[in-house]
């Protein structure tokens, strides 16, 4: 055995020392495949596993943001925690969905005052969150479709996303509670069994929201400065955008459990923080809510004591203006 195989031997697993040290999981293997095409959109989703673990596991279906504008399910940012999910025995399946808000400029009409713009840019998003949700559940059914071969467990798939993305796993658990055309293209009865939500919200054409049946057990991260999606409500005219700490209050009051994470003077930030900072509460809502069926309610506040004062309300200019 040579010195250099043996060095060579020793960097090996030095590194790997060193990333469980750390707690940096190995990236996983990943496989890609085409679960739809619609007009001039392939929808693609990356299915991440480990060959270590031969049993069935739960599957994260992880939806990312961009205020349906932009984003990648590839983002170098989101693959430490894709890798720490599957090291720790889940699948992941990160998938794409049509960007309804891309290009908004073009698509407005540059004569219109600014009440027909408002109305224009409502239409958009709300076919946007649509589409989004659909482009969800389609990738749901394929994933469901492919349970066996792909050893995930089909009754342990959990929806989670980041911003936009978190929009959109919300609104396709709301969605689940109504009776509503778009659940059909799910298995029959399906069910998400829990849904995690990095700085999301509800949008409602329909004044504020209502639950006739109960969702899964939702985990809500948020900071309650949020410039981007809206921590408490925004509601105009029928209109109704509902975020974290309002969903949260509506879910206690029904007594449906639930994990409220609630971060002072913290903005959209929380749409990227947890998943790097908060395995722990993710484990517990995980173990306790999803695959122990607890019948709990956990609202956690934290308050960053090197953070100012921030403002506190998203009006409904704030939000408008993030898109024009």
Known sequence: MTNKFLISLLCTVLLSALRVWAGEAEPPAKQTFIYAVKGADTLRLDYYDTQAIAASKPCFIFVFGGGFANGRRDDAGFLPFYARLVNAGYTVAAIDYRLGMKNLKAQLNPEQDQLQAFNQITDIFDRSVTMAVEDLFDATAYIAAHAAAWRI????????????????????????????????????????????????????????????????????????????????????????????????????????????????????????????????????????????????????????????????????????????
């Open 153 to 324: 467990d089909a009754a342990k798939i959990i929806a989670c996303g980041s911003s936009a993305g978190a929009i959109t796993v919300l609104q396709g658990a709301y969605k689940l509670c109504h009776v509503d055309t778009l659940t059909a293209r799910l298995p029959e009865g399906f069910k998400y069994a829990g849904v995690v939500s990095f700085a999301g919200a509800i949008f409602s054409r329909n004044g504020r929201l209502e639950w006739p049946t109960l969702p899964p057990p939702l985990l809500l991260f948020h900071g309650d400065t949020d410039r981007d999606v809206p921590y408490h409500q925004i509601e105009w005219s029928g209109l109704g955008f509902y975020g974290s700490a309002f969903i949260a209050g509506q879910l206690k009051a029904q007594k449906a459990p639930h994990y409220f994470y609630a971060v002072e003077n913290t903005g959209h930030e929380m749409s990227t923080l947890p998943m790097n900072q908060n395995w722990d509460e993710m484990h517990t809502f995980l173990e306790k809510m999803v695959f122990g069926k607890e019948k709990l309610i956990i609202h956690t506040s934290v308050t960053p004591t090197d953070k100012p004062e921030g403002k506190k309300e998203l009006t409904l200019l704030d939000f408008i203006g993030n898109f024009i």
